[in-house]
């Protein structure tokens, strides 16, 4: 790709120094005054995103995501939680929970898992509603993801769609929004600075079209834009661009503009402005503290305090804003920068000449944060180096600046800390009394500084050069370089700005008291309320125990009423018990009677049998010993329904298969000398009362009689089957059925003599059932009948006065 034309006059080499000058400027020198700071600039936060700066970004990238309060966040999660409905509402809820959950620290899983999902769910609602913005923002989100995830070549393929789109869907926000995030392809190296910043000022071109409609992605677009000037050390152009961005959050009425207040204290600090710089990092602190901030921002701005505490000698001040800001990176256990507010809290420590201190933090800070970045290395080896030359130990300096030596190109090459590596050697060579070859360094240090406006660097050059030039003897060169740096430190340090510094702390101290004193008036009317809540508080407490006394009183009375009645209930219960024992008692011998009068009468039914036995056998009639035979099986039809009655435990009910068969099987063997005849007997499982099954036995006892003496006139073999099925709706249907010569032709059911039909009939019309006869193949006798379902005589529980009679 082409690289675009320069359009701001500054050589390549100005933007190599420059670049190089804002990665090393970090750490304060004490011989040299090098002021100890931590860039802001977008570059340098680009550069140092996998090193040293990686948390002091906080979150200010050219990207429409930006930082939410918790109190946001929680109104944030219960919008989207409570929107049911698809509309361009939730749309837009989804895309900023998603944009959320991505910009927070680090690169979790379960961070990238979640902003994709909601990605996913935006995009396809969308796509949907036909919502042109929806898919834009949505393809945004995507693209950073990608990014994100360390797929930067689908990242910024996603990114360039996504101008398209916006282009052609005249969505002229969204398109710059994405030619700022398409920008960052360029990284801030000197050949690919210029591309970077011509891309960028195209999409400012597109957002001052719309003014601030633009909304914060145009405000966050010109603070980058600030961040590229910065960066080739014009601090003038860098101001007017964050001006810009301050009118754009003043006119959408955004507070969170902390960190365009900070970029804009450190220009001014740059130039050596310190009046302006201090006053407006003190704003960046009064806005980020009323908003509750408590992130790495905050440790941001606190540590900016401290670095310009730090540049006027205020080492006390200085020390207290790093400690807060250490606070702060503990608060969100961010290891990165609690090891490096450590190290500037040695840097104070150092230039207290509290150097005891100073080498106790960096050897606890090498334990437990062992370096491993190459900036992380420089700063601790620098700070090593000069400690102990300030110490007048160099041995013990030795090491570590030989190893600054080795790491020296490589330094030079990536601009990590470029600006603190050649001091520190300096100082090293100065202090073991090789000041001859210190010019060198002294040298390489000022070219990488030629280009800056930056007095304080100036200063240190010149301070550098009085120290070399004092050492080696050089008299007049000293004192020249002497003039020189008098003249820088007395244009930001003279007494006048000091006396201004002054009056800038006295009035933040006085502002701050006044918010105290607003703090403990207000805690005075919350402790005025609290007094009255608890007053009123004692007073209802004071009726809930005066309530709570009635109702225990009333809770003890129902309960004594309680313990009567179950008193008096516990002995109906146990008259009840007593009565139904005795009942049961009753019951008892009830079935004991009920059993010894089914064997009686069984015996009984025996007897007569066994009589009308002995009788037939003195009789020659025929016809009189067929009547008594018929008799007899009649009886003997009876008798098994006792017999049954009395040998099981139901005393009601009886077990029609078993007595059907036993049935058959007596009658089968009464009449088996005369006839061969084969019996079918098919029963369902069922019981019928004894009401109901007396009445079937003798019909089956007339009708498998009927059959055995006429359907088979001759000796041929014939066969009976007998069936009881259950037909349903508690109706059962018994059937008797022979294969024999059937009835006679004329014969009439109405008028016929039989006594067995007769009886038939009429023990039918007891059990309330159709009888029924069908002359085809034989004879075939049915009835159906219902279940008889009312409790039988023998099982009703008997009054008081049969209980008495039955007792005698």
Request: aromatic share 8%; glycine share 4%.
């Amino acid at each position: 790709m082409s690289k675009p034309e320069r359009r701001i006059g500054t050589s390549k080499a100005a933007i190599s120094k420059n670049t190089k000058k804002w990665r090393g400027c970090c750490v304060r020198i004490s011989n040299c005054n090098a002021s100890a700071q931590i860039n802001l600039s977008l570059a340098m936060r680009k550069f140092f995103q996998n090193h040293l700066l990686s948390v002091f970004l906080f979150g200010l990238m050219s990207v429409s995501v930006f930082a939410q309060t918790k109190d946001e966040v929680k109104v944030m999660r219960k919008k989207l939680a409570s929107a049911t409905s698809d509309n361009r509402e939730k749309v837009d809820l989804l895309l900023q929970f998603g944009n959320y959950v991505l910009a927070k620290p680090g690169e979790l899983k379960a961070d990238l898992d979640s902003a994709s999902a909601h990605f996913q769910r935006a995009f396809k609602l969308s796509k949907s509603l036909d919502y042109k913005k929806g898919i834009a923002q949505s393809t945004l989100l995507e693209a950073r993801i990608l990014r994100e995830k360390g797929s930067e070549k689908q990242a910024y393929d996603r990114f360039s769609k996504t101008i398209s789109f916006a282009r052609e869907s005249e969505l002229l926000a969204d398109q710059a929004e994405a030619m700022t995030e398409y920008a960052k392809r360029w990284k801030t190296t000197p050949e690919e600075l210029p591309n970077k910043m011509e891309e960028q000022r195209k999409a400012l071109g597109i957002y001052a079209r719309l003014g601030a409609k633009g909304g914060k992605p145009y405000a966050v677009a010109l603070k980058d834009m600030a961040d590229f000037h910065q960066m080739y050390g014009e601090n003038q152009e860098s101001i007017d661009y964050l001006e810009k961005s301050l009118a754009i959050s003043k006119a959408i009425k955004d507070g969170d503009t902390q960190g365009t207040y900070v970029l804009l204290a450190n220009n001014y600090r740059h130039i050596g402005n310190f009046e302006k710089a201090l006053p407006i990092v003190l704003k960046a602190q009064e806005i980020a503290e009323a908003n509750h901030d408590r992130s790495e921002q905050m440790a941001m701005i606190y540590n900016h305090i401290a670095i310009i505490c730090d540049d006027l000698k205020k080492f006390d001040r200085a020390l207290e804003y790093f400690e807060k800001a250490l606070e702060v990176a503990k608060e969100n256990n961010d290891r990165d920068n609690i090891s490096k507010f450590w190290l500037s809290i040695a840097t104070i420590h150092k230039q207290r000449k509290n150097y005891k201190r100073t080498v106790e933090i960096l050897n606890e800070m090498a334990k437990k944060y062992p370096p491993k970045s190459l900036d992380r290395i420089v700063r601790q080896e620098v700070m090593f180096t000069v400690t102990y030359c300030e110490m007048g130990e160099t041995e013990k300096a030795r090491p570590h600046f030989e190893k600054l030596l080795r790491i020296e190109d490589q330094v030079v090459r990536e601009g990590v800390y470029v600006g603190d590596l050649y001091p520190a050697v300096i100082k090293y060579l100065q202090a073991s009394h090789q000041p001859l070859k210190s010019y060198e360094y002294i040298e390489k240090y000022r070219d990488y500084h030629k280009n800056t406006s930056n007095l304080i660097f100036q200063a240190n050059v010149e301070q550098l050069y009085f120290l070399s030039d004092s050492a080696s003897g050089k008299y007049l060169d000293a004192i020249k370089h002497l003039r020189k740096y008098k003249t820088l430190t007395d244009s930001f340090s003279n007494a006048e700005k000091m006396k201004q510094f002054s009056e800038m702390e006295i009035k933040f101290e006085t502002r701050q008291k006044d918010k105290n004193i607003q703090l403990l008036r207000k805690q005075g009317e919350l402790q005025q309320t609290k007094i009255e809540n608890d007053k009123i508080t004692r007073y209802i407490f004071i009726g809930f125990v005066v309530v709570l006394v009635v109702v225990i009183g009333l809770i003890l009375n129902r309960y004594r009423l309680k313990q009567r009645i179950n008193k008096k209930l516990e002995s109906q219960q146990e008259e009840i018990n007593a009565q139904n024992d005795l009942l049961k008692k009753l019951v008892s011998e009830k079935e004991w009677l009920l059993k010894e009068i089914h064997h009686r009468v069984k015996n009984n039914l025996q007897i007569v049998i066994s009589l009308l036995n002995t009788q037939s056998a003195y009789l020659e009639n025929e016809d009189a010993i067929q009547a008594i035979q018929n008799s007899q099986h009649r009886m003997h039809a009876m008798s098994l329904i006792h017999q049954k009655l009395y040998q099981s435990e139901n005393l009601s009910k009886i077990d029609m298969g078993w007595y059907i068969h036993e049935l058959v099987s007596y009658l089968k063997d009464s009449f088996e000398s005369t006839k061969r005849i084969n019996y079918k007997v098919d029963t369902d499982s069922l019981e019928l009362d004894v009401a109901q099954a007396v009445p079937v036995g003798l019909i089956l006892n007339e009708a498998i009689n009927n059959s055995i003496k006429y359907a088979f006139p001759d000796v041929a073999k014939g066969a009976i089957s007998i069936s009881l099925k259950n037909i349903g709706n508690e109706k059962y249907q018994l059937t008797i059925q022979d294969n024999g010569v059937g009835l006679p032709e004329n014969f009439n059911l109405a008028e016929t003599d039989s006594l067995g039909m007769n009886l038939m009939q009429g023990l039918a019309s007891q059990l309330q059932g159709e009888f029924s006869l069908q002359n085809q193949d034989g004879l075939k006798v049915q009835i159906q009948f219902k279940k008889n379902t009312q409790l039988p005589e023998q099982e009703r529980v008997p009054n008081e006065d049969e209980r008495k009679d039955f007792t005698g």
